[in-house]
């Protein structure tokens, strides 16, 4: 089994936000920014991590995962103005700015043992 986990953040496909990318925050730090359908991943040490995105003065509300060796946490990130909601943009982007994007955990994979390679 891996001593490493990953973590992975994938965008929705969604109209909203159609030429935006999401700057995408762990643990405060700048590690990728979203185009509409894509997703970021990375391998990490286990452990506990603050994930949020942010777009402008917007943001999602920070999500907090651990994880552990050998898994992999994916969270995903969409606007949370769908449908008719999105007649609730002039209130949402002045009243409550960090529920402009929503993020949520999808769940934990674990990661298929890695196999030797032989020279």
Not at 13 to 39: C, M, S, W
Not at 63 to 69: F, G, H, I, L, S
Request: one cysteine or more; charged letters at 25%; proline letters at 6%.
């Amino acid at each position: 089994m891996s001593c490493h986990g990953r973590l992975r953040v994938r965008r929705g496909d969604e109209q909203n936000d159609l030429g935006r990318r999401y700057p995408i925050f762990v643990n405060d730090e700048q590690v990728a920014e979203l185009k509409r359908g894509a997703f970021w991943e990375r391998s990490v040490e286990p452990g506990r991590y603050t994930v949020q995105a942010r777009l402008d003065w917007c943001s999602s509300p920070a999500v907090t995962v651990d994880v552990m060796p050998g898994e992999t946490v994916t969270l995903h990130v969409e606007n949370s103005l769908h449908g008719w909601r999105a007649w609730l943009f002039p209130f949402v982007i002045t009243n409550s700015r960090d529920h402009y994007l929503k993020m949520r955990v999808l769940g934990a994979v674990e990661l298929p043992p890695q196999r030797a390679r032989h020279g």
